[in-house]
């Protein structure tokens, strides 16, 4: 038998495929086949386009096919009527906190589907090094909403809260943080740790430095994700601003929580922007709301935009008590608080859906309603009249619209009733 080349298989075996597809390559979709789902007759907004208008868009395998401006009722198998609402990509939050039983404030991520629209989510430090294999087996792994994680540098994670995770700073664990961010390369992105005086107590920069430590022993381009509100001291806040590199995320950056003493030490000061805040920016760290039940003032968020430091991400910091506080840290909701700080409508879905997933993976198709992208969608209401908004100090604004999470659809597959029928049935 005549041996072949590596070259000529390739030939073959490519010419094989072409006589099998009748001489020509198949397209993703035929005349004569049917989107699963058309989402039809909503404004969709998908700024990963600098796209707004009315819209068709059909979805097939879990990937979008079309958007369109018509997509006949006979091209589809099933359809949603979204005329009049709000369609974009599906919400994707960067601090959550979604490993419920392993972590002291986990909600199920499948829970918030119906009060957030949202298709990805990040685990924020529930899990340490300690117990991040049962968020990858028992939640990530069952659950539909894409789930990706922060480890935090204390061992154990938040499963001893309220109890302080690191006033002991051998729970601290750089080598095992950074064996387990090495270990699972497809859904961690770095390394969390909170710098609050009341978690770290005197421990100064130390908790920070062994992150850092922990994200370059792993050999990937781990990031961190750094909790302020309320740091021990002044200077402390410039010290930890000073330390972060560039695609960091700083989360709470708008909290007007206190310190033990009572002071306000976090990057805005007595009224001005921290010169550390603006260069931190420059350099690229990731500037994230995190809103939460105690890490979200009107005064320093107004302030720090005034002076050059506008989020990049908005996020809820949502878990089982920031959702039962006055600010209602629900993540349309939270950006609803930014359409009352004169941002616009686009700016707001894309610092919920483009900007996080940047942070997550550049190169990921989800936040987007691109063709070829995952079928992940939200289908908001932008509802008209007065509102009044609370933060986490009680301080209120008065808004002139919210959004109202409708339907989410996760892979080309909608939440909630009528129920998707298997592949092989279809």
């Given at each position: 038998?005549?041996?072949?080349?590596?070259?000529?298989?390739?030939?073959?075996?490519?010419?094989?495929?072409?006589?099998?597809?009748?001489?020509?390559?198949?397209?993703?979709?035929?005349?004569?086949?049917?989107?699963?789902?058309?989402?039809?007759?909503?404004?969709?907004?998908?700024?990963?386009?600098?796209?707004?208008?009315?819209?068709?868009?059909?979805?097939?395998?879990?990937?979008?096919?079309?958007?369109?401006?018509?997509?006949?009722?006979?091209?589809?198998?099933?359809?949603?009527?979204?005329?009049?609402?709000?369609?974009?990509?599906?919400?994707?939050?960067?601090?959550?906190?979604?490993?419920?039983?392993?972590?002291?404030?986990?909600?199920?991520?499948?829970?918030?589907?119906?009060?957030?629209?949202?298709?990805?989510?990040?685990?924020?430090?529930?899990?340490?090094?300690?117990?991040?294999?049962?968020?990858?087996?028992?939640?990530?792994?069952?659950?539909?909403?894409?789930?990706?994680?922060?480890?935090?540098?204390?061992?154990?994670?938040?499963?001893?809260?309220?109890?302080?995770?690191?006033?002991?700073?051998?729970?601290?664990?750089?080598?095992?943080?950074?064996?387990?961010?090495?270990?699972?390369?497809?859904?961690?992105?770095?390394?969390?740790?909170?710098?609050?005086?009341?978690?770290?107590?005197?421990?100064?920069?130390?908790?920070?430095?062994?992150?850092?430590?922990?994200c370059e022993r792993s050999g990937r381009p781990a990031k961190m994700m750094v909790h302020i509100g309320g740091v021990e001291t002044p200077s402390l806040m410039s010290d930890i601003l000073n330390l972060l590199r560039p695609g960091d995320v700083l989360t709470h950056a708008y909290s007007g929580a206190?310190?033990?003493?009572?002071?306000?030490?976090?990057?805005?000061?007595?009224?001005?922007?921290?010169?550390?805040?603006?260069?931190?920016?420059?350099?690229?760290?990731?500037?994230?709301?995190?809103?939460?039940?105690?890490?979200?003032?009107?005064?320093?968020?107004?302030?720090?935009?005034?002076?050059?430091?506008?989020?990049?991400?908005?996020?809820?910091?949502?878990?089982?008590?920031?959702?039962?506080?006055?600010?209602?840290?629900?993540?349309?909701?939270?950006?609803?608080?930014?359409?009352?700080?004169?941002?616009?409508?686009?700016?707001?879905?894309?610092?919920?859906?483009?900007?996080?997933?940047?942070?997550?993976?550049?190169?990921?198709?989800?936040?987007?309603?691109?063709?070829?992208?995952?079928?992940?969608?939200?289908?908001?209401?932008?509802?008209?009249?007065?509102?009044?908004?609370?933060?986490?100090?009680?301080?209120?604004?008065?808004?002139?619209?919210?959004?109202?999470?409708?339907?989410?659809?996760?892979?080309?597959?909608?939440?909630?009733?009528?129920?998707?029928?298997?592949?092989?049935?279809?």
């Amino acid at each position: 038998m005549r041996k072949l080349s590596r070259r000529s298989f390739m030939h073959a075996t490519a010419g094989s495929a072409l006589a099998l597809s009748g001489g020509m390559a198949h397209g993703a979709m035929g005349p004569n086949d049917k989107f699963d789902l058309v989402i039809k007759g909503g404004e969709v907004i998908d700024p990963s386009q600098q796209l707004r208008g009315k819209r068709d868009i059909g979805i097939r395998w879990g990937i979008v096919e079309a958007i369109e401006a018509d997509i006949p009722a006979a091209r589809t198998s099933r359809m949603i009527d979204a005329s009049g609402k709000l369609v974009t990509p599906g919400l994707v939050d960067l601090h959550a906190h979604v490993f419920p039983y392993g972590s002291a404030i986990g909600i199920p991520a499948d829970e918030l589907v119906p009060h957030q629209c949202t298709t990805t989510v990040v685990s924020a430090g529930d899990a340490g090094a300690n117990n991040i294999a049962a968020l990858r087996r028992f939640i990530v792994a069952q659950t539909r909403t894409r789930i990706h994680a922060f480890i935090h540098i204390a061992n154990m994670g938040l499963s001893a809260f309220p109890v302080p995770e690191l006033y002991n700073i051998d729970f601290a664990q750089v080598d095992a943080c950074a064996m387990a961010v090495a270990e699972n390369p497809d859904f961690v992105l770095g390394v969390k740790v909170r710098m609050s005086e009341n978690v770290i107590a005197k421990h100064g920069l130390e908790p920070l430095k062994r992150g850092i430590l922990a994200c370059e022993r792993s050999g990937r381009p781990a990031k961190m994700m750094v909790h302020i509100g309320g740091v021990e001291t002044p200077s402390l806040m410039s010290d930890i601003l000073n330390l972060l590199r560039p695609g960091d995320v700083l989360t709470h950056a708008y909290s007007g929580a206190p310190n033990l003493a009572g002071a306000f030490t976090n990057i805005v000061q007595d009224g001005k922007i921290l010169p550390a805040a603006l260069e931190a920016k420059k350099r690229g760290v990731v500037f994230d709301v995190g809103h939460g039940g105690g890490s979200f003032d009107f005064r320093v968020c107004e302030a720090a935009i005034q002076q050059g430091c506008a989020p990049d991400v908005i996020s809820s910091d949502i878990h089982v008590w920031s959702g039962n506080t006055p600010g209602m840290p629900f993540l349309p909701w939270v950006m609803s608080k930014f359409l009352t700080l004169g941002f616009t409508l686009e700016q707001v879905i894309a610092m919920a859906t483009t900007a996080p997933m940047k942070s997550i993976d550049p190169a990921s198709k989800a936040g987007t309603l691109k063709v070829g992208a995952p079928g992940d969608v939200a289908i908001m209401e932008l509802v008209q009249g007065p509102v009044n908004f609370v933060d986490t100090r009680n301080n209120t604004r008065t808004g002139q619209a919210y959004l109202k999470p409708l339907q989410t659809v996760i892979n080309g597959v909608p939440f909630g009733r009528p129920y998707q029928p298997p592949f092989s049935m279809r």
